[in-house]
Each structure stands twice: as C-alpha cells, then as structure tokens.
C-alpha cells in the first residue's frame, strides 16, 4: 500500500489488444453460482469494519460517522465510515493540489498502467466484488455482476484512450512549422456519484478524471461508500500515489459543496438526480475569491425513459424487453423504463401479458438472487409508495401496488404497473426511481413518439417494431441521448453505447464513449517554426 514514506511503484501494463467487453458471469453455470454463494459469505464475515477517509494518503478519522447498512436487512451494518464534513473540505483539496503537481508529470502509459492493473485485481476477486454490491445495494446476482464488470471495462476502455489521447496530433501540419496538439489535465476535480451504480460510475468517473492526470476529491454517496473504499483498496494496491484519489464519504450539502466552492477546485463530475445537478452547476457558476478559471462541470443527471410498443412489435421481445427495463434492481436505474407507450390496437392484449410476465417476478434477499431486492433506504421505499398513491388517482392499478414485508424488514416493493395513466400525469413525468411502470395509450405511431419526446428529460428511450420506416423515424425524431431499437433500453455497454442524455439528463457527456475524457482535459496547441 503505497505511503507519503515511500514512493509509489506503479508496474507497467499494456492492453492486451483491443477493447471488449467484459463478458456477463452465467450464472446457471453452477460453478458460477457456487463461487458467488461462497463469495457471499467471505465477504459476510467481513462486514461492520469501520474505514478511514484517506487524504493524502494519511488515514483521517472523525467524529460524525456514516453507517452504511444492508438495505435486505437493515440492522446489518455493512461498513461504518468517517463522515467529512466542510472542515475537511479545504484539506482534501489542497492534498489533491499537492499530488497534481507530480501525477501531471506521469506518463500516459504510466497512468494507463494504474487503470490496466486494478482492473486486473477486479477481474480476479469479481465475485467479491459483486458480493459487496449485493449486500451494500440490494443488487441481484446479475445486476452485480453488470456493475463489476462495467467497472472493468471503464478502467480497461479510458485506459485505451488516454493513450490514443497521448498519441493525438493536429490534423494538419502548417507548411514550415510543428504543430502538436497536447491534451493536459484541467487540475483537482470532484467526483460525486450515486448509489444505484455505486462502482461503476464511481470508478468510471474517478478512472477518466485520474488517467488524464487529474487529482480528485472522491465523495460516494452514503447510500454506498464501502464499495467505494473497496475501490480505493484496489488503487492503492496497483500503485496510486498518495493524494491523486482523496477517499472522502460525507454529506452532500456540507462535505460536497464545501469541495465544490473550494477556489482551487478546477471541476466537478457528478452523476446523480437533476435537482443536485442543477445545484452543483449553480454553484460551480459563481466565481470565488482567489479563483483563476470557468469552473467546469460534467453532470449526468436523471430520467423519465420511454419504451414504444408499436402494433408491427415483435411482441414478446416487447413485453420482455419492457419488464425488463422496468423492473431490472427494482427500476432504480437512470436507464429504467419507467413509461411504455403502446399504439391502440394492441395496447389490450399487451397490458394482458404484462400482468402475467409481471406477476411472476420474485421479490427478496437478493443474496438469494431473486428478480428484484429491496429499494435501497426507507426514504426512498417511502418517495416511491408516495408515488404509487399518486398513481392509483392518475390511473388504473393493474398489479403490484404495496409494500412487501419479511422479518428482516427488508424495503422490498412490489413490482407495480399502472395502466391508463395520461401522457402529462404526475407518474408519467417525475423520475420515481422504483419498481413503478405507468402505461400509455398512443393513437398511432406518431402520437407515441409525440409522447415519448414530452418530459423534460432525454436519457433513454426504446422502438420495438418491424416497419423500417418507423425505426428510421424514430431515429430521427427521438429526442434521447441512448435509443434503442428492439431491445431493452438499459444495459449501455462501454464503448458500443456511449452513455449520457439530452436536456435536463445532463451535459450532454458520453461516459464510456470516444469523446469522455476530452471532458477532463484542455488542449494546447504547439507551433514551432522549422
Ligand atoms: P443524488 O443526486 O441524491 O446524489 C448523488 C450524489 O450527490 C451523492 O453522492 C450525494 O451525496 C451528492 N449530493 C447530494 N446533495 C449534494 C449537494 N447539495 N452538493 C453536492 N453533492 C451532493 O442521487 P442518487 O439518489 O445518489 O442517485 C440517483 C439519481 O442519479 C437518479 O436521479 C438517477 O437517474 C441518477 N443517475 C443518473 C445517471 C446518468 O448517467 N445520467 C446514472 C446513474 C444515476
């Protein structure tokens, strides 16, 4: 583990040719499922340690503690952390400064080296790893198993990219001249995430920020900051110099803004809910005594995502595509369907094989791996059976509808599908972020797309249909930043489906896609008269 004492060592990789995605974990291998079970007991008696914030590399401990527990069983206390707060703010900043002026000096293929070997270490304990998400999160067996390896395949893709980046020049070479185009890292930014993708994206952000030669202040949201000190484990054993990812779990309001008002802080990459986002970009706006630049922020925010159905579907790849989309780790997906829109003539019979596909998913621990766990706190088991109540006014329920309870007292929903529900209703618009699904009925085609492009996000969005004419439309028309043409409209793979939405989704960024880590870098051009 690497000290202030002693010198980072980090050990040349290289790629091992091109990118591909990490593959998916079958797990009704049963070598598979017996590895996973086993897993979930290796990482069971590890549960309950406390972590240090880690600034500078020195372990920091404090008073206010965050305790993060098992959302299946809530008295189990999954990992107990320091909570910082806006006193250690400038602290955490300043360690960060202090490491960019060597980590910038780094080589590309050193850098590329740190993402290339924690991948490796990830790879080796995946099963671990996805035991973490399960108890930490909620997530099923395969919803874990997504998570790890899209962790992987960011570290594995923007390593890739940070040296194609190192190796890009001008597209045109002046007569008489040298001309480079260089693309140096910005400075210390913040990376905040969320809980729903608490690996990968925490990762994923903090691997892009960090590759280019950036410093980072890391806050995960408390919803999940174990997996996230798991995270900087596996840095600092693939050789993170100390101060280059500052490990800091803490209150959003005072620990996150505090960061992000900090002069010195140069960006701010946040995946989260729009109401946050659209905070943090306030706030980033407005210039600080001592501050010497545009504050930069790369914001991934909410969504409200639409599958159509249209009466050419293939229709039972629709009604698959459409529960799963809807209902894959409970809907708390920025991804997740929330809204099927269904063309008139079959909009009866698709409701009729929703409620049966609906009706025989399972709710429970997901350590055992059924369909869908818990939601991941009691506040928000409480926003989304607020929701339901509202839905049931705005429309008819068709199925689902209540709280499940067990003796653990787990924050388990039903899987709840309200149908008739009208384009403009609350449920038809709002990000619930649970198990919820409203249906519409569409006129026709356009009447569905016309709907699909009416809220005021633009993340995800699904076609099922055979008519060419009408994907191509759709092509065209579907305001999203991730459309998909029958398939499900969750499940972006790095590098294949550059992922970030539209309007109030986001800044319009790509993580996993050949444009990301431009966000993190500015260009300086070079000529020099031959
Ligand atoms: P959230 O906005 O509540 O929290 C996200 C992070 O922001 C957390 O770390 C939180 O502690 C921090 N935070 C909260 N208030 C803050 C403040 N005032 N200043 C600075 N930081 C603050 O979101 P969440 O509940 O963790 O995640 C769910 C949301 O994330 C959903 O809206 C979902 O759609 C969205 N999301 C979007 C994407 C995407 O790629 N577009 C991906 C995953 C999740």
């Given amino acids: 583990m690497a000290t202030l004492e002693q010198p980072t060592v980090i050990l040349p990789r290289a790629p091992q040719g091109a990118f591909r995605n990490e593959p998916f974990t079958d797990f009704s291998q049963h070598h598979n499922a017996h590895a996973m079970k086993e897993a979930l007991t290796r990482v069971g008696d590890q549960l309950g340690h406390e972590y240090p914030l880690i600034i500078g590399g020195e372990r920091v401990r404090t008073s206010a503690k965050i305790e993060s527990r098992n959302p299946a069983r809530p008295a189990q206390i999954v990992g107990i952390h320091q909570k910082a707060g806006a006193e250690h703010a400038d602290q955490a900043v300043r360690a ?73 020049t001008t597209p045109i070479q002046y007569p008489g001249e040298r001309n480079e185009l260089l693309y140096i890292p910005l400075g210390v930014g913040a990376v905040i995430s969320p809980w729903n993708f608490p690996f990968a994206i925490m990762a994923g952000m903090t691997a892009a920020a960090i590759v280019t030669g950036n410093t980072v202040v890391m806050k995960p949201s408390s919803d999940s900051p174990t997996i996230a000190a798991r995270f900087m484990e596996v840095l600092e054993e693939a050789g993170l110099p100390p101060g280059v990812v500052n490990f800091c779990p803490g209150s959003g309001a005072s620990f996150g803004n505090a960061v992000l008002a900090h002069p010195k802080t140069r960006f701010i ?17 407005k210039t600080q005594a001592g501050q010497i630049w545009i504050k930069r922020t790369i914001l991934e925010m909410g969504g409200k995502d639409s599958i159509i159905v249209s009466t050419d579907a293939d229709f039972d790849a629709a009604v698959a595509g459409v529960v799963a989309s809807a209902f894959g780790f409970s809907g708390q997906k920025c991804s997740a369907c929330s809204r099927a829109i269904v063309e008139e003539p079959i909009y009866d019979t698709f409701v009729e094989r929703l409620r049966e596909s609906v009706e025989k998913l399972t709710v429970g621990d997901p350590a055992e791996n059924s369909n869908l766990g818990p939601v991941v706190s009691e506040g928000a088991m409480k926003t989304i059976l607020d929701y339901i109540e509202i839905g049931k006014k705005e429309g008819r329920l068709l199925t689902g509808g209540k709280a499940v309870e067990t003796p653990e007292k787990g924050y388990y929903i039903e899987p709840t599908v309200i149908v008739d529900v009208a384009p403009n209703a609350r449920i038809a618009q709002e990000e619930i972020f649970g198990p919820v699904l409203a249906v519409i009925r569409a006129r026709d085609f356009d009447h569905a797309l016309e ?69 993190f870098t500015q260009a300086k051009s070079v000529a020099e008269k031959l």
């Fill in 96 to 168: 960060a400064l202090k490491a960019f002026e060597t980590w910038r000096g780094f080589s590309a293929d050193e850098r590329a080296s740190l993402l290339l070997h924690a991948a490796e270490l990830i790879r080796e304990r995946k099963f671990d790893f996805c035991a973490w998400l399960t108890y930490e999160v909620g997530k099923n067996w395969a919803e874990a198993d997504a998570d790890v390896g899209e962790t992987i395949d960011f570290l594995e893709f923007y390593a890739r990219e940070a040296l194609r980046l190192a190796g890009a």
């Fill in 269 to 285: 990459a946040f995946t989260g809910s729009k109401e946050v986002g659209l905070d943090i970009n306030e706030r980033a706006a």
């Fill in 451 to 519: 709907i699909a492009n009416n809220t005021e996000f633009g993340l995800t969005g699904a076609v099922y249909s055979t008519d060419r004419a009408k994907l191509d439309h759709a092509r065209r028309e579907y305001h999203v930043g991730n459309l998909y043409f029958n398939r499900k409209c969750t499940g972006a793979m790095v590098g294949a489906h550059p992922f970030g939405g539209f309007n109030m989704s986001g800044t319009d960024s790509k993580a996993g896609g050949p444009d990301y880590l431009y966000l």
